[in-house]
């Protein structure tokens, strides 16, 4: 399956039939339907954003994602940065604040192909967060909720 992400920059993702099946019940629906034939084989997804569509792609082929660390190792290259400047830079929170956010919108992608166990890895890896901003990063709930359709069981907690 091709799949050509994002509306700027387009990037193109590989992924094996079989493997998106087996997690997206909306691919394996497509796949199965004859009208399509070879049309399913290309996906385009304007609205979402490269970096995290690559952490669906990591999920779907190692159920985990390669970019993210734990909190010792984000609390050590704190420290490692922090022994080099002096203190913590700025562009380690900015890339941190990036991880943060496509995981939330990773969440939401999840939510959008009904991918449930995608969904609780990404609330994991949430709490995960939760210790290096000493908090749970609650601050990301306002878009989730801007951002699910309407029909969304979550809307009505």
Same mark, same amino acid.
């Given at each position: 399956?091709?799949?050509?992400?994002?509306?700027?920059?387009?990037?193109? +993702? $590989?992924? #094996?039939? !079989?493997?998106?099946?087996?997690?997206?019940?909306?691919?394996?629906? &497509?796949?199965?339907?004859? /009208?399509?034939?070879?049309?399913?084989?290309?996906?385009?997804?304007?609205?979402?954003?490269?970096?995290?569509?690559?952490?669906?792609?990591?999920?779907?082929?190692?159920?985990?994602?390669?970019? +993210? $660390?734990? #909190?010792? !190792?984000?609390?050590?290259?704190?420290?490692?940065?922090?022994?080099? &400047?002096?203190?913590?830079? /700025?562009?380690?929170?900015?890339?941190?604040?990036?991880?943060?956010?496509?995981?939330?919108?990773?969440?939401?992608?999840?939510?959008?192909?009904?991918?449930?166990?995608?969904?609780?890895?990404?609330?994991?890896?949430?709490?995960?967060?939760?210790?290096?901003?000493?908090?749970?990063?609650?601050?990301?709930?306002?878009?989730?909720?801007?951002?699910?359709?309407?029909?969304?069981?979550?809307?009505?907690?």
């Amino acid at each position: 399956m091709t799949f050509k992400i994002g509306s700027d920059q387009v990037a193109i +993702f $590989h992924v #094996h039939k !079989e493997v998106a099946n087996i997690y997206c019940p909306d691919f394996r629906s &497509v796949f199965e339907d004859p /009208q399509l034939g070879h049309q399913a084989r290309t996906f385009s997804l304007d609205d979402v954003e490269p970096s995290t569509f690559r952490l669906l792609v990591q999920w779907f082929y190692g159920r985990k994602f390669c970019c +993210f $660390h734990t #909190h010792n !190792e984000y609390n050590e290259a704190d420290h490692a940065i922090g022994e080099l &400047v002096g203190r913590p830079t /700025q562009i380690f929170y900015v890339k941190m604040n990036q991880r943060l956010w496509d995981l939330v919108r990773l969440w939401i992608l999840a939510d959008r192909f009904r991918i449930l166990e995608l969904q609780n890895a990404v609330v994991d890896e949430l709490f995960n967060f939760s210790g290096f901003w000493h908090e749970v990063p609650y601050f990301c709930l306002n878009y989730i909720y801007n951002t699910l359709p309407a029909g969304n069981i979550l809307l009505h907690v």
